[in-house]
């Protein structure tokens, strides 16, 4: 059975920053990249970022120079680290098992259960 565990969300102040981790267990069929999506309030889910197996990533306009992933393949183990932290980033986080190459990504159906992150003062 395929898991995916997101972790290390929560309250941030506006220029601050955080960083998400997603734990993956299971063989997942199929995957070479694993991705970062959000959805805010009333919003569609939108792609933050992703990263392939060989390291290759790919961000979302939006978070592109403030956000970076990373991966641990020791530890099946994704992260999302989030500079800059702006009250427009609060949203669910979400983990994704998909495809892709360094200029796109797909994903597939493998969903974390998500994160809360909340940037206010």
Known sequence: QVQL????GGLVQPGG???LSCTVSGSIVGS???GWYRQAAGQQREMVAAITNFGSTHYGDSVRGRFTISRDNSKSTVYLQM???KPEDTAVYYCNAGGGSGSYYYPLNYWGQGTQVTVSS
């Open 32 to 34: 070479n990249a694993m």
């Open 83 to 85: 500079n800059s932290l």
């Open 17 to 19: 920053s955080l960083r």
């Open 5 to 8: 565990v997101e972790s290390g």
